[in-house]
């Protein structure tokens, strides 16, 4: 292996031919010569581009609808082949072997046709067999061999030829061997999650995550840890595919809480009502709806303006002018909306370190998917919690059944809820929080702590008292004593929603009707840690 490689030929076999033509006129104007797989040849040769067929080399045509072409000797030596062993050297000479100095391949589009829910036969046809094989033979020998996988690369070989006098260096084929495997890994990923999900295999022997990186950040949750961002591919609208109109980078925290503040907007169906939610630390500090936005933001913010005080911003809809101004007398981290008009976004434009981002769209909040958590030597995977309670789904079991009022503010708290980290209390009333209580040890200090932010509020606001008073309350698991529900019963609410199933339940359920409140199962829970 020597440090500077000067390539003399290439083979290219792409499906996104981006750059194509730009790219192979550049090699062929630097002497290399240009080898090439079906459309890819095809398309060269159209712009007029000196190339010759990989079939030509092998001396067999594609077959097979094109399954096999590049699997052959004639290829693989000539990039497996060592250039500093005599021994690889004279097996070339003796069987016509020619070397292969630049593999520049990209995979069949498996995530595109999986993004637009191809059917099963057609999936198989996406999966790549001799590009992957390629590419590891090519980034395998990366002592003489230099491997392109993504055309975001093609400028660096050309600069990289330019900076060498047409040769490459070591280090920098080592980089894209590493991104190389880094692609074939990901991609391989892809194929066993999709065919792990089509055959219904929940919980598969190996279980590969990858992701591509989308930007690297200033540090971590502090600053004293490196952190990166990467996306799946998938196309979740979301934070991960969202357009930045203006502020600085985001951070890695903004990006957490991002997440969680529009995945939890994504709950309130837009064409019923317009929603906001407003995020602090991955917890709902406000949220609420209403007839328009403008109302909906300002019944949020008043739940907890202390908290709402540098947090995260989610609309259900596109933003205009009236919601921008009132959300730019206080100060916002990061606003995210599925769209903004032009004299919304120019209202935000005179707030430097407000970032805007709009989506395409919500996130379907009924889609399946897998959430991932790392542990000290492993990593647990789920389901993510598309977990889905409707009126008909309740169960009265009290005395006094809740009023239809009651009932549309306890399934708004129950959905809110399930976004707040355990243990969680949720007062609502007329569709908006007005005390929430997150991530406590004890369910009896959540509810004591929601109320009591509702009494805070209330004061801040001029109110003649706190709006918990007449409120409904939801529990994100059920209430293991009868304490944390007389909190919020000593705290005005008069109506409960809760799992069930705790083995006090019929103590639970007499304190209840002994308070005079109405209260509903649901027979799910909703832990968030």
């Known amino acids: 292996m020597t440090d500077l490689v000067a390539p003399r030929r290439a083979l290219i076999s792409v499906s996104d031919k981006s750059g194509l033509i730009d790219l192979a006129r550049a090699l062929h104007e630097r002497g290399v010569e240009l080898l090439s797989t079906g459309g890819t040849s095809g398309m060269l040769r159209k712009a007029g581009m000196p190339v010759r067929d990989v079939s030509e080399v092998t001396g067999f045509p594609e077959m097979m609808d094109g399954r096999v072409k590049t699997l052959h000797p004639r290829v693989h030596g000539g990039l497996l082949a060592l250039r500093d062993n005599a021994e690889h050297m004279a097996a070339m000479d003796e069987h016509g072997i020619g070397q292969i100095d630049i593999l520049i391949v990209n995979l069949y589009p498996f995530e595109a046709a999986l993004a637009r829910g191809a059917d099963y036969d057609e999936m198989i046809e996406n999966i790549d067999i001799g590009g992957p094989a390629m590419i590891r033979a090519a980034a395998k020998n990366h002592g003489f061999v230099t491997t392109v996988v993504d055309v975001e690369d093609y400028p660096a070989l050309l600069a990289e030829l330019d900076a060498h006098e047409g040769k490459t260096s070591y280090a920098f084929r080592q980089r894209l061997a590493q991104i ?123 739940c907890d303006r202390t908290s709402a005080f540098g947090g995260i911003v989610a609309r259900n809809r596109g933003l205009h002018a009236d919601t921008a101004n009132a959300i730019t007398e206080n100060f916002a981290e990061v606003v995210i909306a599925t769209g903004a008009n032009d004299e919304a976004k120019e209202i935000f434009a005179a707030k430097k370190n407000l970032r805007l981002l709009t989506t395409e769209g919500l996130p379907n909040v009924r889609d399946t998917s897998l959430t991932v958590r790392q542990v000290a030597g492993g990593m647990l995977v789920q389901d993510k919690d598309t977990g889905f309670v409707g009126m008909d789904d309740l169960k009265v079991v009290t005395k006094k059944a809740p009023t239809d009022a009651q009932m549309q503010d306890l399934l708004f708290a129950w959905k809110v809820g399930k976004h707040v980290k355990s243990n969680a209390i949720v007062y609502v009333r007329d569709g908006a929080t007005v005390g929430v209580g997150a991530g406590q040890m004890s369910r009896l200090d959540s509810a004591l702590i929601a109320a009591k932010k509702a009494e805070r509020m209330a004061e801040a606001l001029g109110l003649p008292q706190p709006l918990t008073i007449g409120s409904a309350v939801a529990s994100d698991a059920f209430f293991p004593f009868p304490d944390g529900l007389m909190e919020a019963a000593a705290a005005g609410a008069t109506c409960v929603i809760q799992p069930g199933g705790s083995m006090r339940d019929a103590e639970v359920i007499a304190a209840a009707d002994a308070a005079g409140l109405a209260m509903v199962f649901t027979g799910m829970r909703h832990f968030r840690h």
Request: charged content about 20%; overall charge negative.
């Open 180 to 302: 190389a495997y880094a692609r074939t890994g990901a991609y391989d990923a892809a194929v066993s999650s999709w065919m792990a999900s089509a055959i219904g295999e929940t919980a598969p022997r190996r279980r590969v995550v990858a992701g591509k990186l989308a930007q690297t950040l200033r540090y971590g949750e502090n600053p004293h840890q490196d952190a990166a961002f990467y996306v799946d591919g998938t196309g979740r609208p979301g934070v991960a595919t969202a357009r930045q109109h203006q502020g600085k980078e985001l951070s890695y925290n903004n990006i957490n809480d991002t997440d969680a503040a529009f995945e939890l907007v994504a709950e309130f169906d837009p064409a019923e009502s317009a929603a906001v939610a407003i995020i602090k630390h991955a917890n709902p500090c406000g949220v609420a709806r209403g007839a328009t936005l403008l109302e909906a933001y300002q019944k949020a913010f008043d």
